[in-house]
């Protein structure tokens, strides 16, 4: 399994997630960050739209680290996950 990280103020949005520990599986289902995404979709109908763009590509104020490491494809996100990594997503906050 993969553990995925959010950033907090997501819970705001989804909060049914913020009760849990978040999972997806590795072997089968998220095998790269896009697919994890797609994991997180299924259990959160919209949060793929807060984190990727309308050509799947990770939106602009969105980094993704797999264990300490920043992921390299931003486009297609194809960044191999293996069971027992660490996936965080962190969405930056602006404003004045």
Do not use: C, W
Request: hydrophobic fraction near 45%; proline fraction near 5%; charge should be negative.
């Amino acid at each position: 399994m993969v553990e995925v990280v959010l950033t907090r103020h997501l819970f705001l949005y989804f909060p049914d997630l913020a009760d849990r520990p978040l999972h997806v599986e590795a072997t089968t289902v998220a095998t790269t960050v896009a697919t994890a995404i797609d994991a997180l979709e299924r259990l959160a109908p919209g949060i793929a739209h807060y984190l990727r763009d309308e050509t799947g590509r990770l939106r602009p104020h969105v980094s993704a680290f797999i264990g300490k490491e920043l992921i390299r494809d931003r486009r297609t996100l194809s960044d191999a996950l293996q069971p027992n990594d660490r996936l965080s997503l962190l969405q930056a906050l602006s404003g004045g």
